[in-house]
C-alpha cells in the first residue's frame, strides 16, 4: 500500500507529490509501529492462545480448541 501511494510522487502535479509522500511514509510508519508497539503485548496477553495453531490435532499437545490453563 505504501508502495502505492508513492506512485503519487511520480505525478507532475505538486500538490499529488506532496499527498503521495505523505501517505506512503505514514502508511509504512504505522505498519511499523504496529508491529513494535502492539503485537508483543498481544502476544504477553494471549500467551499459549497466541500461538493456537500449533495445538492442533495433528500435532502433540491435545485435539483442536484444546487450551492450556483452562
Given at each position: 500500500m505504501?508502495?502505492?501511494?508513492?506512485?503519487?510522487?511520480?505525478?507532475?502535479?505538486?500538490?499529488?507529490?506532496?499527498?503521495?509522500v505523505?501517505?506512503?511514509?505514514?502508511?509504512?510508519?504505522?505498519?511499523?509501529?504496529?508491529?513494535?508497539?502492539?503485537?508483543?503485548?498481544?502476544?504477553?496477553?494471549?500467551?499459549s492462545?497466541?500461538w493456537?495453531?500449533?495445538?492442533?490435532?495433528g500435532?502433540?499437545?491435545?485435539?483442536a480448541?484444546?487450551?492450556?490453563?483452562s
Amino acid at each position: 500500500m505504501g508502495g502505492a501511494y508513492a506512485g503519487l510522487t511520480l505525478s507532475r502535479v505538486e500538490a499529488l507529490q506532496a499527498i503521495g509522500v505523505s501517505l506512503s511514509l505514514g502508511v509504512i510508519l504505522a505498519g511499523i509501529l504496529a508491529s513494535l508497539l502492539l503485537i508483543p503485548p498481544a502476544m504477553a496477553l494471549l500467551k499459549s492462545r497466541f500461538w493456537w495453531p500449533l495445538t492442533g490435532a495433528g500435532r502433540s499437545g491435545g485435539g483442536a480448541g484444546k487450551v492450556e490453563g483452562s
